[in-house]
C-alpha cells in the first residue's frame, strides 16, 4: 500500500513538472486566423510578440481586421500603437470560465502598457465586469464611458499559461493615444555613450560597424568593452590582423535582442556575428552568478558591467573585459587569474604528449550547453527550462527505483 501511495505521488510530482515546459508564439497562434492578420501584423512590427511570448502568465485580448481598420485610421505612430496594443495584453490568465466567474463581478487588471513604466498612473489598468446576460465588458481605467467593448470568444487558452481571446473593439486610452515620442535607437550614437568611445572608435576604423549597423532592425545584442577594458586590451590587439580585428569586434555582437531578464534567465551558448560565414564557431557562454551575469570565452571571463540600451531591438550592455574567442587566443590565459597547480598542468601537458585530438575547441568546453539562440520563429526561447524538466525527470524516476528496490 506504501509503495502504491510513494508511486502515485511520484507521478503526481512529474506531471506537474510539466507546466513549466509550456511555451507559446502568439504569431503562430493568431496565424491560423485570418480575421486577425492586421493585429498579429502590427504585433510584430511593434515588437510586442516577442514579449508576449517571453511572458509565462498572459492573456491577449485580439480584434479583428474591421476593429483595427479604425485604430490605423487615426494616424498614430509605430510607438503610440504599440502602446494601444499594449492595453490588450494583460498580466495575468483570464479564460472564458474564469472571464465569466469573475469576483464580485469585477475586477482590475494590470496590462503590459502598465508594465512598461510608460502609463501614467493607473492607466495601465483595464477593468472587466461581468454583466447581465452572460457578456463580459472591458473598461480602460482612464476611459470609464467606453461600456461597448465586450467579450466575443475564445481563440486558445493554454492554462494558466497564455489566453487568447477575441474582444469586439480596440480599447481606446487618451494616455495610451496620447503622442510619443519614439526612443533613440541609433546604434552609431548609442554606441559612443557611457564608456563605450573606445569601442565604437575600434569599429568605425575597422569597418565592422557596418555588420552591427545592418543587424540593428533585425535585432541585435552588443557587448561593449568599456574604455579601460580597451586601453589594457590595445597592446594584444596591435598584434592581430585586420581580419582577426574585424572577426574579435564582431564577436562582441550577437544577431538577435537580449533583454537583461532573458540573459539573466537563459544560460548557455551563444552565436556570435562573426559566426555568420565563418568556418569556426566563435561562440561563448552566458552564466549567471547571483544577479551578474557572466560571458565566458575559454580564455576570458568577462562581467556585465551596466547598460547602455534595453530597448527592443537594440540592447548594449558594458562589459569588464575584452572578450577573447578561443579561435584567435587558443591557450592564452587570464592575466588576473591564478596560475594553474603544477600537476595539473603536468596531466594536461602529459595528455597532448598521448596525441589527444581533442585538444581544439573541446578541451575548455563549458558543462552541458544549451541551445543557440535563435530568433528564427520569435517564440520564447525556453531551452534550459527543457533541461530543468528533464532532469527533474530524472531526479523523480531515480527516486522510485530507489523505493522499489528497498521494498
Known amino acids: ?44 512590427i511593434t ?4 514579449e508576449i511570448n517571453r511572458r509565462q502568465t498572459i492573456t491577449v485580448c485580439a480584434v479583428d481586421n474591421a476593429a483595427m481598420s479604425s485604430l490605423i485610421s487615426k494616424g498614430l505612430s509605430i510607438q503610440t500603437i504599440k502602446n ?21 463581478g469585477s475586477t482590475s487588471t494590470a496590462t503590459m502598457y502598465q508594465a512598461t513604466g510608460e502609463a501614467p498612473g493607473t492607466a495601465g489598468y483595464v477593468h472587466i465586469t461581468d454583466i447581465k446576460g452572460g457578456k463580459v465588458r472591458f473598461t480602460p481605467e482612464d476611459n470609464p464611458s467606453q461600456t461597448d467593448t465586450v467579450y466575443v470568444k475564445s481563440i486558445l487558452e493554454l492554462p494558466y499559461n497564455i489566453s487568447v481571446i477575441q474582444i469586439s473593439a480596440i480599447l481606446q486610452s487618451p494616455e495610451a493615444e496620447a503622442p510619443t515620442a519614439a526612443p533613440d535607437l541609433n546604434l ?59 572577426s ?24 556570435t556575428l562573426a559566426t555568420e560565414g565563418a568556418k569556426k564557431k566563435y561562440d561563448f557562454t552566458v552564466q549567471n552568478d547571483g544577479n551578474d551575469v557572466t560571458l565566458k570565452t575559454k580564455v576570458v571571463t568577462a562581467t556585465i558591467s551596466g547598460t547602455v540600451v534595453d530597448e527592443e531591438p537594440i540592447a548594449i550592455y558594458t562589459i569588464d573585459k575584452v572578450l577573447q574567442p578561443s579561435e584567435l587566443f587558443k591557450g592564452a590565459v587570464e592575466a588576473d587569474e591564478p596560475a594553474p597547480a603544477p600537476k595539473a598542468a603536468k596531466k594536461k601537458k602529459k595528455a597532448a604528449k598521448k596525441g589527444d585530438t581533442s585538444t581544439d575547441d573541446s578541451a ?29 525527470v530524472a531526479l523523480a524516476m531515480a527516486v522510485c527505483c530507489a523505493w522499489f528496490a528497498l521494498v
Open 364 to 392: 575548455d568546453a563549458p558543462g552541458p550547453g544549451s541551445d543557440d539562440y535563435s530568433d528564427g520563429d520569435a517564440a520564447d526561447s525556453t531551452a534550459n527550462v527543457g533541461g530543468k524538466f528533464e532532469a527533474s
Open 248 to 271: 574579435l569586434l564582431l564577436y562582441h555582437g550577437v544577431p538577435v535582442y537580449n533583454s537583461m531578464g532573458m540573459l539573466r534567465s537563459s544560460n548557455g551558448l551563444m552565436n
Open 47 to 50: 515588437h510586442l510578440a516577442n
Open 84 to 104: 494601444v496594443l499594449s492595453l490588450h495584453v494583460f498580466a495575468d490568465y483570464f479564460g472564458s470560465k474564469k472571464l465569466h466567474q469573475v469576483t464580485k
Open 1 to 44: 500500500m506504501k509503495t502504491m501511495s510513494f508511486l502515485s505521488l511520484s507521478i503526481v510530482f512529474i506531471l506537474s513538472l510539466t507546466t513549466v515546459v509550456h511555451s507559446h508564439n502568439i504569431t503562430k497562434i493568431l496565424a491560423k486566423h485570418p480575421e486577425f492578420s492586421t493585429f498579429n501584423h502590427y504585433l510584430t
Open 188 to 246: 552609431t550614437s548609442l554606441l559612443q555613450r557611457d564608456g563605450c568611445q573606445s569601442f565604437h572608435d575600434l569599429l568605425t576604423t575597422s569597418g565592422a560597424i557596418g555588420t552591427f549597423l545592418s543587424s540593428a532592425d533585425g535585432g541585435v545584442t552588443v557587448f561593449c568593452p568599456g574604455d579601460d577594458a580597451i586601453t589594457a586590451f590595445a597592446p594584444k590587439y596591435k598584434n592581430l590582423t585586420a581580419s582577426e580585428k574585424t
